[in-house]
């Protein structure tokens, strides 16, 4: 029998964990083989809730579930990670300053890219969720200086996913039929969804939807403020379609991306695409064996240009600021 696969989730008592932690442990985030192990990391105020998440894990008789620890202490929790979901994170609140989110977040992704670092096992995969997505891996993975950099990876499959889903609506096709679609730059409003390399039942996107003006307008704007208009409809933010879109992304990452296909993963760039090195940005990836890889080559229009320009501008930004905070 396998050797089960230790996933480290932080923040596991908030409202993505509880929509997450169902599914690692139901098989969908490795596969319908792979036991899992769960180690749960909470600050002291959220230990109860996990531990009432625990016990409702454990009334599910997963048989993939071989274990559930909860840990207040970075160092124990990260202990022979194969896996991490760093999805904890300090949210803004009324009134705080950019450079205040940054420094709380500071604050939570340096001691864990530390103990990453220290004490996950060699193969460990990190996905960061929490916000700012992009410039909270970076800060992790800076601070993780015995971990091939590439480990580190940010969220920007909910952006794609959403981007598909919109582009289905659209055109009528089925989500299924949209191959290609990226997204570009930050997890963030100045994120670029670009259709212009998409393909839609294999003819391509951006010829089908025949309107400039609706992806300009429409298409973009949605897909980069959907986040706010979750919340303006829900009361709270999105939920499960953010623990979806970690499970997509880590399920893709260790099984791969069909053929003919890339999805979109916030990482540690090499320069591709003008995008500085080391920034971690979302690209059009391909993953096999557990790797992933840039997709070379693509033209890079005038329209798409602007707006990657943008968003990276951003990033470099972030980047800044945080250095400038001792943070890097
Ligand atoms: P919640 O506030 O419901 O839960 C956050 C949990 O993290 C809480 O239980 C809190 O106690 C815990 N936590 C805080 N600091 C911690 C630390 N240092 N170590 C361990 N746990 C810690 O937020 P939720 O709605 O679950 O969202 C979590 C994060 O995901 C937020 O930062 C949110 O902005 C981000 N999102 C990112 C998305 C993406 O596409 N990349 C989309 C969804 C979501 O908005």
Known sequence: TRTPVNVTVTGAAGQIGYALLFRIASGHLLGADVPVKLRLLEIPQGVKAAEGTAM??????????????????????FEGANIALLVGARPRTKGMERGDLLSANGGIFKPQGKAINDHAADDIKVLVVGNPANTNALIAQAAAPDVPAERFTAMTRLDHNRAISQLAAKTGASVEDIKRLT??????ATQYPDIF?????????????????????????????RGAAIIEARGAS???????????????????TAEGDWTSMGIPSDGSYGVPEGLISSFPVTCKDGKYEIVQ?????DFSRERIDASVAELAEERDAVRELGLL
Not at 183 to 188: L, R, V
Not at 199 to 221: L, R, S, Y
Not at 238 to 256: E, K, L, R
């Open 238 to 256: 999105s939920a499960a379609s953010a623990a979806n879109a970690a499970i997509d992304h880590v399920h893709t990452w260790v099984n791969g």
């Open 197 to 225: 390399h998409a393909e839609i039942a294999g003819k391509n996107a951006a010829e089908v939807v025949g309107d400039q003006a609706w992806v300009a307008d429409t298409f973009i704007p949605t897909v980069a403020k």
């Open 297 to 301: 080559g693509l033209e890079i229009n």
């Open 56 to 77: 409702e894990l454990d009334d599910c008789a997963f048989p993939l579930l071989k274990g559930i620890d909860i840990f207040e202490d970075p160092n124990k929790g």
């Open 183 to 188: 997204i570009w730059g930050n997890h963030s």
